[in-house]
């Protein structure tokens, strides 16, 4: 009798484990580099960073020019126009800085505007995988370029070109 109840219990173990799940592999990067909206939306972000970068660089140099002007004048300055150049330095400084975190910071324009571009290219991938994932039954799909712990994959499992056609991106 206890030997029947061990081997139930190891039979059910095996046709549990042998029930395999299934998992799929995509490559983010891939997928990206083949949907111009990408290409468009990064040419876009490029754009308009490089045109907040420069309103940054062009507060920086005006703080340094204004330096250079109270080094120059600072023989003919009294105290109390020192005090008050040195301020208006510092608060210079003090509005790149900001500006700089406005635009470039955790949660500034570029990081915002980044998301917004980005979300419905990425929202669009995601129910691409889930729709193939859904119809073939996979249970878990991995994204190989953000892996860095996967040494080898089969390419039969790698769905990166089943998703570009759903999106109407044949390779």
Do not use: H
């Not at 907040?52 to 250079?68: F, G, H, P, R, S």
């Not at 500034?108 to 929202?123: C, F, H, N, T, V």
Request: hydrophobic share 35%; with cysteine; proline share 2%.
């Amino acid at each position: 009798m206890r030997k029947g109840i061990i081997l139930s219990c190891l039979l059910s173990l095996c046709l549990f484990v042998g029930k395999a799940q299934k998992f799929a592999l995509i490559d983010m990067e891939y997928i990206l580099k083949n949907i111009p909206a990408y290409e468009m939306t990064n040419e876009q972000l490029s754009q308009v960073s490089q045109k907040w970068q420069n309103e940054v660089e062009a507060l920086q140099q005006e703080a340094q020019n204004m330096y250079k002007t109270y080094q120059s004048d600072l023989v003919f300055l009294s105290a109390e126009m020192k005090s008050q150049r040195e301020e208006e330095i510092v608060k210079k400084e003090q509005e790149a800085q900001d500006l700089k975190r406005k635009y470039f910071g955790p949660e500034g324009e570029l990081y915002k505007k980044r998301e917004s571009l980005m979300k419905p290219i990425q929202d669009e991938i995601y129910n691409a995988v889930k729709e193939i994932s859904d119809r073939q039954g996979f249970q878990l799909v991995i994204d190989r370029a953000s892996a860095m712990s996967i040494i080898f994959a089969s390419p039969k499992i790698d769905i990166s070109n089943e998703v570009l056609d759903r999106l109407g991106y044949s390779k």
